[in-house]
């Protein structure tokens, strides 16, 4: 009877050790898959950088250096000294922040009107707006120009500003937030006499931040990278955004310093990366409760 107790212990033993050892291998294994796919997904990137710093007769070196072989700063000079850079950035970001701040004013309030306001044709209204969704923005670019023009708006940044200022799909994200709140927080609050408004800006609003968030971030990276319609609206070359004036770099038939323009892109980078970084926390919220609440 010991013996066979004893044989159990010993078999035990063995099986934990292997169970043990597995572990570890498979854990050894998916973190090497792992390495090795964040990898290929950073090298393109590694070697922009790495190319932005070595000497333009170096650029297609083969085999391509991931790395870099030489610290060449001076494509980085280049960039402000070919082109109006620092013009470029300030025109994105002035009208990416406008548009981010119109866009969530103006859906949040959509937002509110469409899950906490009873009125006849709700939802057949919000479907409506939906619909904007399925229309891609190629399609009303020629309205959308007429009316510009009509408006005397051509080559100013309003052009590029006043239409992008309402999304069915920020209005979408946060509605839907907001449907998840129970109504008790408004009553309590309109029989402490609050108006709607305040209702809206004091109550509902806060509880939304992390849709409100992840709109932010989405409206901001979209517009900092819009290229389409800067290149329809804008014709002054001191008025137009990075995306269309990195262009310039690339010079007549592609003849341009390939290290200045990879510079020109790492540098483009820098204010998005800044901008996902500090949002990082509430884009992953605003996106996780959206995908339990949609």
Do not use: C
Request: net charge positive.
């Amino acid at each position: 009877m010991n013996g066979e107790v004893k044989m159990a212990g010993v078999m035990t033993n063995r099986e934990i050790r292997v169970h043990t050892r597995r572990r570890a291998a498979r854990g050894f294994v998916l973190d090497g898959f792992l390495l090795l796919l964040s990898f290929l997904m950073l090298a393109p990137f590694l070697w922009m950088i790495s190319t932005s710093l070595r000497l333009p007769q170096e650029s297609f070196s083969l085999p391509p250096a991931i790395f870099p072989t030489a610290f060449n700063a001076s494509s980085y000079g280049q960039v402000f000294d070919q082109v109006p850079f620092a013009s470029f950035i300030f025109n994105s970001l002035k009208i990416a922040l406008i548009i981010v701040v119109g866009h969530i004013f103006i859906s949040s309030m959509a937002a509110f009107a469409f899950s906490r306001i009873s009125f006849a044709g709700r939802n057949a209204i919000f479907l409506i707006f939906l619909a904007g969704l399925m229309i891609p923005g190629q399609v009303t670019i020629i309205p959308q120009f007429i009316l510009i023009s009509k408006l005397g708006l051509v080559d100013t940044h309003w052009a590029l500003i006043l239409p992008a200022l309402i999304n069915p799909l920020g209005i979408f994200m946060i509605r839907q937030m907001m449907m998840t709140i129970s109504t008790t927080y408004d009553e309590a609050a309109y029989m402490d006499g609050a108006s709607r408004m305040w209702v809206f800006l004091k109550v509902i609003l806060p509880m939304v931040f992390p849709a409100v968030a992840v709109t932010s971030v989405m409206t901001f990276i979209g517009n900092w990278n819009d290229f389409f319609r800067p290149l329809i609206f804008l014709n002054t070359f001191e008025k137009m955004t990075l995306p269309l004036g990195m262009t310039v770099l690339n010079g007549t038939f592609g003849s341009g310093n390939l290290s200045a323009i990879l510079a020109g892109v790492t540098l483009s980078l820098t204010v998005p990366l800044l901008f996902y970084i500090f949002g990082q926390k509430y884009l992953v919220e605003g996106i996780t409760a959206g995908g339990l609440k949609l």
